[in-house]
């Protein structure tokens, strides 16, 4: 059984940085691809990256507009860890964060690919 647990969230100033964390119980993290969602108050959830399984050399990501140039997503298949760095955060950036996986899934799935889902962690930024 898959379980996933978030951990790195927290309160900061507009600008600065956070890093998330997301450890895989599962058997198979390497051959999986991953994401992190968000949710805000009052808001849908929104897909924000994700990054696929190694292959032929490559390891693809994906981020949406909102974040690219500021959010890196990335994975340590040795720890079944799950990162997402957070520099130059906004306070639209304040949501609960999740990470979710896309069973053996190769390339980047869709949002709706993802079936299962941690518990979240809270990001708050303030101005």
């Known amino acids: 059984q898959v379980q996933l647990r978030e951990s790195g969230g927290g309160s900061v100033q507009s600008g600065n940085s956070l890093r998330l964390s997301c450890i895989d119980s599962?058997?198979?993290?390497?051959?999986?691809?991953m994401g992190w969602f968000r949710q805000g108050v009052g808001k849908e959830r929104e897909f924000v990256a994700a990054i696929g399984r190694l292959s032929r050399g490559e390891m693809p990501t994906w981020y949406s507009d909102s974040v690219k140039g500021r959010f890196t997503i990335s994975r340590d298949n040795a720890m079944n860890t799950l990162y997402l760095q957070m520099d130059n955060l906004k306070p639209d950036d304040s949501a609960v964060y999740y990470c979710?996986?896309?069973?053996?899934?190769?390339?980047?799935?869709?949002?709706?690919?993802?079936?299962?889902w941690g518990q979240g962690t809270q990001v708050t930024v303030s101005s």
């Open positions: 599962g058997r198979s993290f390497a051959r999986d691809a």
């Open positions: 979710a996986t896309a069973l053996g899934m190769s390339g980047i799935p869709s949002a709706g690919e993802f079936r299962h």
